[in-house]
């Protein structure tokens, strides 16, 4: 292979080719109606098909076994070929050459150097904008310095100030409508509804994020003064991923390497709050949970990672979160620990006040893996009798299943027996997988896999815009709308939905796996199998507004909620509060509206 696969290729490769075309000339499918074929599943014994294929969705799906996934993972499961492979086959197929990267044959492929050459652009104005001597810039300056940061700590991060203006870096970089709608393309813009464009980051200190190439990609802005959100980052763009970037990595690897492990925290001050006390081997994630790609890149510098949290609730969930993810990569020679700070602290505080070498030393007493994972099982039952014990047994098992055989595992069970209090026989036969051949999973009850009757409000939402991405279209400023509802998947849900925005011909199978290497791969997988029982499009549209109307009427109770909360704590006054009130409910959608 002669490089990498740009994005743009995958994505109309997928476009064009049939998955029932590449299924059927390796499994002989058959007809069952409006776009749908059949066949026993390859994957499992069966004598009645319970194997479907969709021209519609180019997905496939089997109801016995719950085997499911896109052309691409087809290939990758039935002939048991990697991802690079499976694109060459595609490729093959369509009889298209591959316009590998650095043979630079895709005309799209410049696209991304004209977005990245845009954003060191952009770099370079809001370094400029906080050395400009303004009244903003000298709040801003002030503002570091009260965090504790030296002038070449600035620098060296390229700290910068979007000034409190509604188009300065668009009238700096804008020439013409085409450099817009780039500038649009890489997250820096937003359009006007009556024509124009704006800023996205106004009234900020910029924190620069890159690539591990150190190119920058998107940026970070933290709001001078008051304001919501508190943070803002760059969404996702054609040469931006959150769920595969970590901050300070450009910079951070050589030293990985050399400590011997990655520190893993929450924010950007606290990356750059530990490199000015000399601790230069932190990256941090941007918004999001732990990915498996952050995971696979880290590991690839070390074998040993500590996540650090803030030892409040989220931190916990965050933690938890953390782990769940580690679980399927954790083999022989790889550590992960996890340490939890003092109440009222991050990394950014505690360093500042106990120094480099006290911190270390929390560091280094950061609990092993198997140590969270067993304790907080522990606290979820009561061991001191039998129905506990069997609990604990009954909790481990998902965790358990999803570890790699070796001796992580073994000593795990180890240790659950001892905790269970029963021989190590009986744990691993409680603990094991059900018997099945490694190429051929578990049969699951039809229920399980096809019917979305257990669905959550925002899992349907996704399930059903990943199954019809059409629906982005003429949805998308309500689904925008609803980005602060604090609830799990949202996030998913608003970033589905930009990235439809700036690639509105992506089909069901090139969404997927857009996030091949992130989480949420998997998620995407099991909701693009669901069945939501309506086949007319109308009626699909239909139900899709309901959802966003009544996720939109939760954020306005959770809104209305935080402002009550506020008025409660003296931050607002009740006229405040009401002025705002009035505003929210001129807000609410209007059948009209969507």
């Given at each position: ?88 086959e595609l490729a093959a197929h369509a009889g298209v050459d591959i316009p590998y990267e650095q043979q ?65 870096l668009a009238k700096a970089l804008g020439k013409d409508e085409s450099t817009f709608k780039k500038l ?255 190429d051929q999973p578990a049969r699951r009850s039809k229920a399980t896999s096809s019917t979305p009757a ?141």
């Open positions: 292979m002669a490089g990498r696969i740009p994005q743009p290729f995958i994505d109309e490769l997928l476009g064009r080719v049939d998955i029932v075309d590449i299924i059927d000339s390796r499994v002989p499918l058959k007809s069952a109606g409006r776009g749908e074929y059949k066949a026993c599943c390859p994957f499992h014994e069966e004598k009645t098909p319970s194997f479907t294929v969709s021209t519609d969705k180019q997905f496939y799906h089997c109801f016995g076994c719950g085997e499911h996934g896109t052309a691409v993972g087809f290939l990758m499961n039935y002939a048991h070929l990697s991802f690079v492979e499976a694109i060459e630079t044959f895709s005309p799209k492929s410049s696209d991304s150097d004209n977005l990245l050459n845009l954003l060191e652009q952009a770099n370079q104005f809001f370094k400029q904008q906080l050395r400009d001597g303004s009244a903003l810039a000298k709040q801003a300056i002030e503002y570091l310095k009260n965090r504790g940061l030296s002038g070449e700590t600035a620098r060296d991060f390229e700290i910068g100030l979007a000034a409190d203006s509604w188009d300065g649009q393309k890489a997250g820096l813009v937003n359009e006007r509804d009556n024509g124009g464009y704006y800023d996205r980051f106004r009234g900020r200190i910029i924190f620069p994020i890159h690539d591990f190439k150190g190119r920058v990609v998107a940026f970070g802005g933290r709001v001078l003064g008051e304001g919501e959100p508190k943070y803002l980052n760059s969404p996702e763009t054609p040469v931006f991923h959150k769920g595969s970037e970590l901050y300070n990595l450009h910079r951070a690897r050589g030293e990985i390497k050399k400590s011997g492990f990655a520190l893993v925290v929450e924010g950007y001050m606290d990356v750059i709050a530990l490199a000015q006390f000399e601790i230069n081997h932190a990256v941090a994630t941007l918004g999001t949970a732990t990915t498996r790609a952050h995971l696979d890149r880290l590991f690839r510098y070390t074998d040993e990672i500590v996540f650090c949290f803030d030892g409040d609730k989220a931190g916990e969930r965050a933690a938890w979160r953390a782990l769940e993810n580690v679980l399927p990569v954790i083999s022989a020679g790889r550590q992960v620990k996890f340490l939890f700070l003092p109440q009222g602290h991050d990394p950014d505080s505690l360093v500042q006040e106990k120094g480099k070498q006290d911190f270390e030393k929390m560091v280094a007493m950061a609990a092993p893996l198997s140590e969270f994972l067993l304790s907080n099982l522990e606290k979820q039952t009561d061991l001191s009798h039998l129905e506990g014990r069997a609990r604990l047994l009954s909790l481990a098992k998902p965790y358990l299943n999803q570890l790699k055989q070796g001796p992580l595992k073994q000593l795990l069970l180890e240790q659950l027996a001892r905790m269970a209090q029963t021989d190590i026989s009986t744990t691993r036969s409680q603990l094991g997988r059900s018997e099945s051949k490694p257990n669905l959550s409000l925002i899992a349907k939402a996704i399930s059903l815009i990943v199954q019809y991405p059409g629906l982005n279209r003429v949805n998308n400023k309500q689904i925008q709308a609803l980005r602060d509802l604090e609830i799990n998947g949202m996030d998913l849900f608003v970033d589905l939905s930009n990235l439809l925005d700036s690639n509105p011909e992506l089909n069901t199978a090139a969404l997927i796996e857009r996030y091949r290497s992130t989480n949420h791969h998997k998620v995407l997988e099991k909701l693009a199998a669901q069945h939501h029982l309506l086949t007319d499009e109308a009626l699909i549209s239909k139900e899709f507004e309901e959802i966003l109307t009544t996720l939109n009427k939760q954020r306005l109770d959770q809104t209305r909620n935080q402002l009550m909360e506020k008025v409660k704590s003296g931050q607002m006054t009740e006229e405040q509060a009401a002025n705002q009130l009035k505003t929210l409910h001129n807000q609410r959608f209007k059948s009209s509206d969507i």
